[in-house]
């Protein structure tokens, strides 16, 4: 639950952020936007498309299509990608709706090239310089729609405001979502266009039937998975006492047979006689009363985290998958492996500026102690300004637009709960929950279809969200098996390191025994 003071924070940040004029920009970032808009202009004349889309990218390449092949360019948008020939008689529009697929491929001649099935069949796009970052961007952009949400600022702080001052309500107990503009009514541009429009006309027998037994199905394995791994635990704790007796066994037996050393010093010499006079017996009740210990194996518990999925930018402009996971005390960037990058990890009290930048879906974030810069290529905008800005103190960060850059609000849990919804897809994140991925537009896309279909797909979200939570717990009560694991060898190997001690001294006292008799 977020504190008072955060709740009230829209009041201060909510809002489109700083405007360019309360900013002068370098000649750098001038010339930038001035290039950028040039190539939006471009592509808008040329292709007529809405003037909402801008280009993210454009790279060098040939297109394949029926036979034929054309070299040009290829423009990236934030709903399209655009070929345009060099003669510019050639121009091809491919909408992402019309896209089922992307795959990396290689031509006759051994050169990488990415291959494109349409809903008017395969194409070819070949001769990148950059294959690898292209297929990236595109496979990023087809599966994650930039999406951004708007809400009634005035409207929305009034009621916060006016539901704590309720009696008996404090700020964990309100819900932003009760607080969020009705917009159902605006239309949806671009791909969603399309959808909407087939929605309103759909009937429940039109939609895919979601099987919801699947999800309650994978809900009772996940029980079953953790009852085995807490039993387990269990286990390990029992094992963990016994191997505790076994090694106070060994311990009292070598005490044991250390004291019978000394006895046989006395009854073999007079000097051993003499000196256990003058010595103490260091044997006798060396060891004291046994003192169980308490194995219980401990699970962390499973930390809150939001996962936003980008692309991160190298210093060499490479583009890489990954997820920006905001965590309680810090944000990470997570590779496509489940592996944290190192170089890549942030307090919240070190971040001084988030920087939208002139090409479009690009994000920089800037330091306080000089640390290098973090960027990134994200559909998600919104939704990393939105949760850098809710962790950080007031007034810590400057949220900076460059010149042309989408205006958004920022700032609201509201945000957080519209944009970050559980993914309906395959796609894992890096602890083995599903991507949080914004989903809104989908939201509002469902508003028009039948009751029914919209309280299953509910049902559905709750199933992905509850198995989401299991798999992280899974891997909580994998990490602790692992390090009991670990810790019991260790103990092991003390066990038999003190055993073989203990055998040392026993057939050297029999030995001495055995020359005294």
């Not at 390090?483 to 026993?506: F, G, M, S």
Request: proline share 2%; aromatic share 8%; net charge negative.
């Amino acid at each position: 639950a977020m504190s008072d003071e955060a709740l009230d924070r829209p009041a201060s940040h909510m809002g489109t952020s700083e405007t360019v004029s309360e900013r002068k920009f370098s000649e750098i970032v001038v010339q930038k936007v001035a290039k950028m808009q040039e190539k939006t202009q471009l592509v808008q004349d040329i292709f007529n498309v809405p003037q909402s889309e801008s280009v993210i990218q454009d790279y060098r390449c040939t297109l394949k299509k029926n036979n034929n092949s054309w070299g040009g360019r290829l423009f990236i948008t934030q709903n399209y990608m655009l070929f345009l020939s060099k003669d510019q008689q050639i121009k091809d529009s491919m909408a992402f709706y019309r896209v089922s697929g992307i795959t990396r491929e290689k031509t006759t001649l051994v050169i990488p090239a990415i291959g494109v099935e349409l809903d008017t069949g395969k194409i070819l796009l070949k001769g990148f310089v950059h294959r690898d970052e292209t297929f990236n961007l595109l496979n990023h952009l087809i599966n994650y729609q930039p999406t951004y949400v708007y809400l009634n600022e005035e409207e929305l702080v009034h009621h916060i405001r006016q539901e704590l001052s309720i009696e008996g309500k404090s700020a964990s107990d309100v819900n932003p979502k009760d607080f969020i503009a009705k917009d159902q009514d605006r239309e949806l541009d671009g791909r969603w266009g399309a959808f909407a429009n087939e929605v309103k006309k759909g009937t429940v027998e039109d939609y895919e039937k979601i099987n919801l037994k699947v999800g309650d199905d994978a809900l009772r394995l996940a029980e079953e998975i953790k009852e085995l791994g807490a039993e387990t635990l269990s286990r390990m704790k029992e094992q963990a006492e016994t191997l505790d007796r076994v090694e106070r066994n060994v311990l009292e037996t070598k005490n044991n047979l250390d004291r019978g050393d000394r006895i046989i010093d006395g009854v073999s010499s007079v000097g051993g006689q003499l000196k256990n006079l003058v010595t103490p017996d260091m044997y006798k009740n060396k060891l004291g009363a046994y003192e169980k210990k308490d194995r219980t194996v401990d699970v962390e518990e499973r930390e809150d985290f939001t996962d936003v999925p980008i692309l991160m930018k190298h210093s060499n402009d490479y583009l890489e998958p990954a997820l920006l996971r905001f965590g309680n005390k810090r944000f990470v960037c997570v590779n496509a492996e489940r592996v944290e990058v190192k170089q890549y990890c942030y307090s919240y009290v070190q971040v001084a500026s988030i920087i939208m930048r002139a090409r479009h879906q690009h994000v920089d974030i800037r330091f306080h102690d000089g640390t290098d810069r973090f960027r990134c290529c994200t559909s998600f905008v919104q939704a990393v300004v939105n949760e850098i800005v809710l962790r950080t103190k007031p007034g810590q960060v400057t949220v900076v637009h460059e010149p042309g850059t989408k205006q958004f609000q920022y700032g609201s849990l509201a945000i957080r709960e519209q944009t970050l919804q559980a993914s309906r897809d395959d796609t894992w994140s890096a602890e083995g929950g599903f991507f949080q991925a914004p989903k809104s537009n989908t939201t509002r896309l469902m508003t028009n279809a039948p009751e029914e279909i919209q309280d299953r797909m509910k049902k559905q979200d709750e199933q992905i969200n509850a198995l989401s939570g299991a798999v992280s717990d899974f891997r909580s009560i994998d990490a602790a098996i692992k390090k009991e694991a670990l810790r019991e060898i260790d103990q092991l190997d003390t066990i038999h390191e003190k055993t073989n001690k203990a055998l040392l001294t026993a057939n050297k006292d029999a030995f001495r025994a055995a020359k005294l008799t």
